[in-house]
């Protein structure tokens, strides 16, 4: 059925923008509550060590403190479901800035002052930080995130490599990024007659849900998360965090209402961050540029508490065509915090590896670097050798190229000057999973005319709300104005994370049946609405597993031009220009905000971003963001991002493929490939900073 309107397609603003600026939506600690009490974490100040004594006269003693919890005193949680947030239960700490005691009080500011005063005494033993890949204890994971083999091979990588007349074999390195937005991670938790309410900061709400109902061991249906709107998340709220448990403990001990914020020192570091990596890519081709053999190994850190195993590697295993190819991936366990997921996770860092390295190869084989990619291109996925869905990369490439201006670029290094700023450009490819999930959506219509859809969705900041709003018009042929949508709230019908750009193309899908389920009910009514309305619920999971193993990407190309300052090496990027195939645009609007700030992301990645580990103190040097550089406006001159013709009948009822992570994918190796061309100086560890020109 067709809207009289056609809303897919439409750039509307989002829904909840005006209540956004004026400070009306609610985020998860501004939900008001009778009796309402503050938290605050205290950090261990050790790297590895047991605690020995907890002193908290001075804190207890503080006006306004309600409780100060620690190991000593908190109430039990159910052991085993979770090592990452089974804290205040023993007295080990694994990592500097480990949650070890939490302070409630009347105010925020007696809470703080309190988490000060405690007092803790540590056994301290040493500890190990250092990322190496000589590392004695680099262990093979059982898997990479989500569910990869860490290591594929086929051919002979070894002897394809041997033969080939152009080899290559390069290093890079990625430091740690913290994914830091505005909103920190944040809970509001209140218990009423032995049911939990949680307003949480989280990229879903399911997750919460289940968790606090397995450590506190209620069921399911006595846990209630609410996630309305989300200030950003980045990968760091796909999962839950330590303030959700421990504002759930406090709010039961004190038996009232508990907000819980991380304050900004403490997202930096104790919660996760994209890991540092070592990478080693080898590169064999023919003189034409035809890669005969790939391959790279990646090594990254995990903690002591749990595993989390980048997956750096695997951008390379899907990307471009090659008979002889592998990919490993390799772990160290260190006295660090668990790292976690950021912004394309794994595609980031690999393929500013893997499209660094292909530059390298244009180079040595005297070719252009778009056509070297498009001599490399496939139909098929070359780890599976089934046909791609739809691929479109060729399109990106030479539509970019287009509209770039890059036809007529000297390809020698260093060879344009302008007063004191060498100029340059250089561009990369882009892919990421076009994963889908299963979901379940309710339509109600009403006798005045007008629609309800209701799905556990997240909108965490991209507008998904807005976008689902108007698949569910179309879907239902109603004018938009006449429908309302409800999201973020574990009592509406299930839906997974806002998460590995998988959203709407997962919860459109639900709503999409529910909608025409409705539909039907109503023609079999002759359109005749009950005057209590009419219900129907619809579950995508059936449709959505019998293609779950089909290779479906997204794609795109990356485009950058910087000038580099012949005397002291200051780096700008002038202009960086994208394009990509990511399926059906459903909001323009929308869609080009979240890929103008994925590469927005990648250009602070490439200039700027830099976690300073401090391997004598077991922590980072820059843990706020006065100190841990992220690009500003003024770095950020020109970002266009452009979408070309995407169909694929095959992913989901509207051939959505989600666009929040691939924008990062590729944008530091284009930058840092704009730059070896402005100067002839190659930069394989990020970021790409001023002393490492000169
Ligand atoms: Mo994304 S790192 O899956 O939120």
Known sequence: MVSPVGAVGQPFTRLEGHDKVTGTARYAVEYPADGMAYAMIVPATIVRGVITGVRTEAASALAGVLAVLHHGNAPRLAAGVDAELYRLQEPTVHFRGQAVAVVVAETIEAAREAARLVHLDYDVQPHRTELSDQDPGLYQPGHVNPSYPTDVSAGDFDAGFAAAPVRLDLAYRTPSYHNSPLEPHASTAQWRDGQLLVHDASQGTLPAQELLSRLFELPMESVRVVNAHIGGGFGGKLYVKIQTVLAAMAARVVDRPVRLALTRQQMFGPVGYRTPTIQRVRLGADRDGRIAAVAHD??????????????????TRNMYAAPNRRTTHRVVRLDVPTPFWMRAPGYTPGSFALESALDELALACGLDPVELRLRNDTTVDPESGHPFTSRNLAACLTDGARRFGWSDRDPTPGSRREGRWRYGTGMAGSSYPARIRPAAASAAAYADGTFEVRINAADIGTGARTALWQVAADALGAPPQRVRIEIGDTALPYAEVAGGSTGLASWSWAVVRACERLCERLAELRGVVPA???????????????????????????????????????????????????????????????????????????????????????????????????????????????????????????????????????????????????????????????????
């Open 532 to 694: 209590g309305g009419l219900l129907v619920e619809a579950s995508s999971a059936e449709e959505v597993a019998a293609q779950a193993t089909l290779p479906r990407f997204a794609y795109g190309a990356q485009f950058a031009e910087v000038r580099v300052d012949a005397d002291t090496g200051e780096i700008r990027v002038r202009r960086l220009l994208g394009v990509f195939a990511v399926g059906r645009a459903v909001n323009p609007t929308t869609l080009r905000s979240q890929l103008v700030g994925g590469m927005t992301m990648g250009l602070s990645m490439a200039l700027h971003e830099e976690g300073a580990f401090d391997d004598r103190y077991g922590t980072w040097a820059n843990h706020d963001l006065a100190s841990y550089h992220i690009s500003s406006n003024a770095d950020v001159p020109a970002v266009e991002a452009y979408w070309v013709t995407d169909e694929d009948s095959q992913l989901n009822p509207l051939g959505i493929k989600g666009a929040g992570e691939i924008g990062i994918v590729g944008a530091a190796a284009a930058i840092a490939n704009a730059v070896h061309h402005a100067t002839g100086v190659r930069v394989r560890e990020l970021p790409v900073t001023l002393d490492k020109l000169l």
């Open 298 to 315: 990646a090594v990254s850190q995990t903690s002591t508490v749990t595993e989390f195993a980048e997956q750096t590697a695997v951008y």
